[in-house]
Structures are given as structure tokens and as C-alpha cells.
């Protein structure tokens, strides 16, 4: 499920990799000014994961590992559909995407760091 | 009426005085080495009415006055600055603006959620934060 701060080009984009179904959460059927509890809980129900870059205030802080579907935050500040796409392919490529559902997974250019249960952090360089 | 209207005047002047306050105390603290605003200002959300988290709360509120297309709402964003009916913060924008070059190629990206009026509302509104942020005690731009 990808945030509305991405927009339906990275969706379409992500989709191009073929490991992933990507959809934007206007497509899932939430309203444009959704709030954040509202969808991080639907993860659970719908067991998908949100790629998002609003790492201030949907984080493993505020939404810890195990209680919902999967975060993954976009750490990249000037981030393009391309960068994602390439961030995305590398995370994917690199056999820990596994890992994602239910944790917090922040995805750097080169790395990513898994946020698990009880705050476990699991490093990953690509 | 009237007396509404110096009421709230009040409130922003407490909440004024408070910043004051808090920049004394951020002058003497590295507030990174103390764990975070709740332990340093435990009376933020007192101040702010949301969590003790975001000092600039208030000013998020007093530079939305000015800019209707602009709103924050606690739990939408954690209560950061957004165009109106959508989760676009300002800051995203302004970072799609670095990225894409201009503020067409911004409307056409997220076309047809936001339109180019809205993206120029978020930049007045990220300059006005910025002024009054950086010279709070002007009364030009506080009053």
C-alpha cells in the first residue's frame, strides 16, 4: 500500500518489479486525509505493507513491530521514483524482504534497518 | 464576541511567553543527549494541547490562520503541516518542488489531488514559518 505522498507514479512503478503488487491507499478506498491510526490498523486486517515517507510520525516509536500489517519508511529526503524503484529492487533482491511484514523496515540507499519484536534491530547493506 | 477575541489574544501571548521560556532552556540543554522534548517540557502539552513531542505546534496553528489551504490535525501526519483534505505535508511538498524543478511538474505529479494554487499556498506558508520561527519577538510578524 503506497501513502499518497508517493503517489500513483511509484506505484506504478513498484509494480514493474514483479516481487510486489503495489496499490496507492486512495486506490485501497481510504479517504485522502485518512488518519494514520485508521490506516496502520487496517494493515492488520488486510495483512499488506505501507511504504511511506513519513518517517516523523509513522515510526517503530509510535507503531512498534507485531502490531500491525508492515511499515516501510523511505528514508530518502529527495527521494524520485527512481530511487525508490532502485531501493525497492535492491531490498527485495537482497532476501530480507521476508523479514518486512509485521516490522518496521527503514530503507536507506544502501541499507536497511529492520525494526523487529521488542525493538530487535536487524542491519541489512545491500 | 469581543471577549472571545481577547481571550485568544491571551492565549497566544502565554503561549508566546512559553517559547520564550523554551529557547531559554534549549540554550542550555542538548535536548538529543536528554531523550526528547517530554523530558525537558513536560509542560508542552499543556501549552500545545498534543503531545509532548512538537514545540512548534502553536506556530504550526498561527501560520494555518493566514493560509486556509493549509491545516494540521493531530493524528493525521502526527498533526504536521498539510494541504488541506489530503495527506501532503508541507515539507513533501517542498521537497517534490527541490526534485521536480517547478511548481507545474509538482500539480502534474499529483494531479489531480493538489493544484498549483495549493502548492504556492505551501511555500508562503513554509516562508512564514520560517520568518516568524526565526525572529519570534517582531512584533510585524507576530501581531
Known sequence: MIDNTFGAPVAEKLNDLGAVTAKTTKEYGFSENAHDDFIINKLRDTKHLLLTHDYNTINERKYPACSHGGIILIMNRRWTVETIHEDMKAFCKSGFRKHAPH???RLY???A???QHENERLEIDF | ???????EK?????K???YRKIKERLRKYDIRKEGGCSILFPSFSRVTKSPAVNPF???FERCCKEHPDIETTPGVLGGI???RRTRLSVGQVLGRLYVLGSIRAVAQYYKPDISEEQIKEAIAYAQDFMEIAGDPESSETYD
Open chain 2, 10 to 14: 491571551e492565549d497566544e501571548s502565554s
Open chain 2, 81 to 83: 503541516p498539510r494541504i
Open chain 1, 109 to 111: 540507499r544502501k541499507k
Open chain 2, 1 to 7: 464576541m469581543r471577549v472571545e477575541v481577547i481571550k
Open chain 2, 16 to 18: 508566546y511567553l512559553e
Open chain 1, 113 to 115: 534497518i529492520i525494526f
Open chain 1, 103 to 105: 516490522c518496521v523496515t
Open chain 2, 57 to 59: 505546534a502553536w506556530l
